[in-house]
């Protein structure tokens, strides 16, 4: 199974050309850097790592294709999980952990809710939901300031596709906004 994802994700990026793997690759290692900087190392690191590097190509995907692969989204969120879950069972406080996984749900909970009711995708949906539980870890302040700041950006860009001359019925990427907004919160919160 894992197998056939890592092939899957070497498929879609040999698909995106070489000029752009190079820059998806170069991002994603600026992103890498910006998790261990920000995060303060160790397992928390290893967390929003990976978080932010595959959320690279996830931006890349729902950018040009509207849509958040579940597989990638899963694997960040079951890594996300693993990582927490290790530094709770080795620190022994597991008040952050169930803050974490509270968050995630809520975050869940109410985008599916906006989902059902809008035209909001359901990668979207799971995508808030992991983003949620990373910065979640930390604080509930941070995974609700990383979702709002996701939306911040989101309405600042569609303000300036709508200067531009896109219709009100334009489709736009969520995604890559929402990874913005967890990037930062990392850096705000730590």
Not at 26 to 50: D, R, T
């Amino acid at each position: 199974m894992m197998l056939a994802a890592i092939a899957r994700a070497g498929r879609q990026a040999a698909s995106l050309g070489p000029g752009l793997s190079i820059m998806v690759c170069v991002a994603a290692a600026a992103a890498g850097g910006w998790a261990a900087f920000w995060s303060g190392g160790g397992l928390s690191a290893v967390a929003w790592w990976l978080l932010l590097v595959p959320g690279v190509g996830l931006a890349v995907v729902d950018w040009r294709e509207h849509r958040l692969p579940t597989w990638l989204v899963a694997v960040a969120g079951v890594g996300i999980a693993g990582a927490f879950t290790a530094k709770s069972v080795s620190s022994g406080d597991w008040g952050s952990w169930w803050q974490a996984a509270a968050a995630a749900v809520a975050a869940f909970v109410v985008f599916y809710a906006v989902a059902v009711a809008s035209g909001l995708g359901y990668g979207d949906v799971k995508l808030a939901a992991v983003i949620a539980g990373c910065a979640g870890y930390t604080s509930l302040s941070a995974a609700a300031a990383a979702l709002m700041a996701g939306f911040l950006a989101a309405g600042v860009a569609a303000g300036v596709l709508l200067v531009g001359g896109a219709g009100r019925g334009s489709a736009m990427a969520l995604g890559p906004w929402l990874l913005l907004g967890a990037a930062a919160s990392l850096a705000y919160y730590g």
